[in-house]
């Protein structure tokens, strides 16, 4: 048997040492007992399912334990794929919490974005920070974010659930104008925050920040409807002063569209003269 399922707080224990694949369910929380049993009945588990949506009752145990860190923290040696997308944000912080577990390298993590969020502290959370960097691909469930293309109230509503780039760092990929109604508050807003937070928020250039293209998709016309054509020309002034790419870590490569077939290394694109303007043919 490679696999054994909903698994619940009732498992009577046991040596299952050719299971590879176990899933957790519980409406009753797990606690960090019961991820310990885990571990010693199924030894060589490879790939781990959690569902629980109660709370664990003694985390704040384990999180003052700092000194006894190695005496608490479970070890999944042979684990290479773990997803928790619907649970309580406690097996989060369970899983990823250096004082609680051990993760090996490389493995594939499955999660809901806004639990990650919040169990790291917005990516800031010193505790997590091993674990996280042990992670090989992530896999995120839950709400994302595309284009912004003057839709000022989405703009604000990624502020509002995340936090302001005072609270939360912000990598923008492109696209901030064309198409939506309040182009201009919303790269006003943008650029704002730039000034004011540099070191949290970055702006990458899109396919919508170019002359040619602020012409097709109305941006052009409402800059000289509300103000001015020469208002215009300042935005483009600005969008060939951005920057095209972005490396977070020295590990993820960010950009707003494909990769070039005639790119074969980060120094072309840093070798890039700005300001610059896009040509009609991209």
């Not at 912080?93 to 169990?119: C, G, H, W």
């Not at 800031?124 to 469930?141: E, H, M, P, S």
Request: net charge neutral.
């Amino acid at each position: 048997m490679e696999y054994y399922g909903d698994i619940s707080n009732n498992f009577p224990g046991g040596l299952f040492n050719y299971v590879r694949m176990v899933s957790l369910l519980d409406e009753h929380p797990f606690e960090h007992e019961f991820f310990l049993g885990i571990v010693q009945s199924f030894p060589f588990m490879e790939k781990l399912c959690l569902i629980n949506h109660s709370s664990q009752q003694c985390k704040k145990f384990y999180e003052s334990n700092n000194d006894n860190r190695n005496l608490f923290a479970i070890k999944y040696s042979f684990l290479s794929e773990l997803v928790i997308v619907d649970v309580h944000d406690d097996y989060v912080e369970q899983f990823l919490l250096d004082t609680k577990t051990y993760l090996p390298y490389n493995i594939i993590f499955r999660v809901n974005y806004k639990s990650l969020q919040r169990a790291t502290h917005c990516f800031t959370r010193d505790a997590t920070r091993i674990n996280c960097a042990k992670i090989n691909k992530l896999k995120l469930d839950g709400e994302s974010k595309s284009d912004i293309r003057g839709q000022y109230t989405d703009l604000l509503g990624i502020f509002e659930n995340a936090g302001v780039p005072s609270k939360s760092n912000y990598l923008f990929l492109g696209s901030y104008v064309g198409r939506g109604k309040q182009c201009l508050e919303t790269i006003c807003l943008l650029l704002a925050y730039k000034i004011k937070y540099s070191d949290n928020l970055f702006l990458l250039r899109g396919s919508h920040e170019s002359a040619t293209m602020t012409r097709i998709y109305g941006f052009y016309n409402e800059c000289k409807q509300r103000y001015s054509s020469k208002l215009w020309k300042s935005f483009n002034e600005c969008f060939n002063c951005l920057p095209v790419a972005a490396i977070i870590s020295k590990k993820i490569f960010c950009c707003h569209g494909g990769l070039s077939p005639d790119l074969e290394s980060f120094d072309q694109i840093r070798q890039i003269q700005r300001p610059i303007d896009v040509p009609d043919y991209g």
